[in-house]
């Protein structure tokens, strides 16, 4: 009787512990798990060599307008496709409170170093001090960079985040060409089309097939070498 309890209290802790514990990256990407789509930070962000960018209105408008339009339009920016998922939910909530607290005046750039200034501790502190409100499961955010008119491209960090801990599982830093548009939202959301094509395209694989060992440690290949994804 006493080795039946005994049995029974040790399946229930494994239990407990295994339903508390972290996503993996081999689970991410070799099943059907949970992704929760949180959106483009910008609160990092740094517009390059746009002298006649106006500050405010990125800010109060046209950031949240790019986080809308990847939700609004699909089948252009279809998440779930390049995630290989059935569905994928979101919440923009937090992102946007986030991006609203940006410093107008820190968004205009002209040095062209700060295309790539960031490191991964960087989107680490985001990842840390991010508000997931109610989402789950492991999330992806796009963390914007630089976003350069003369190399008519943008730097952008894809992150994979367990939300229950708060901790990085991936991120990898890759510069996406911009694919035109006529205002200043849709030209820079192509940049945002053009990477999700190429995580479907050749980026989940990769991923896949770098994390399907089950080895649950954040990589970031973008030092030295950034990928570079061409419109």
Request: no cysteine.
């Amino acid at each position: 009787m006493k080795h039946a309890m005994r049995s029974f209290l040790l399946l229930t802790f494994v239990s407990i512990t295994m339903a508390g514990t972290s996503q993996t990256l081999s689970e991410v990407f070799n099943s059907e798990s949970k992704l929760f789509y949180l959106g483009i930070d910008f609160t990092k962000a740094r517009v390059i060599d746009d002298a006649g960018v106006n500050e405010i209105d990125v800010r109060d408008k046209q950031f949240g307008g790019i986080n809308d339009l990847i939700i609004n339009e699909p089948k252009r920016y279809d998440l779930a496709k390049a995630f290989h998922r059935s569905e994928i939910d979101h919440d923009l909530g937090p992102v946007a409170a986030r991006n609203a607290k940006v410093n107008a005046a820190d968004i205009k750039s002209t040095s062209a170093s700060d295309f790539e200034r960031l490191k991964e501790a960087d989107i680490a502190s985001i990842v840390k001090s991010f508000n997931y409100g109610k989402a789950s499961g492991t999330g992806i955010l796009f963390v914007m960079e630089g976003m350069s008119k003369t190399r008519k491209s943008a730097s952008i960090w894809v992150a994979l985040i367990d939300i229950k801990s708060k901790k990085l599982l991936m991120t990898e830093r890759i510069e996406s060409k911009v694919a035109g548009g006529f205002s200043w939202r849709n030209y820079w959301a192509s940049s945002i089309r053009t990477l999700i094509e190429s995580i479907e395209k050749s980026k989940f694989k990769e991923w896949k097939k770098k994390y399907s060992s089950g080895n649950n440690v954040t990589r970031n290949n973008a030092r030295p070498a950034s990928g570079s994804i061409a419109a």
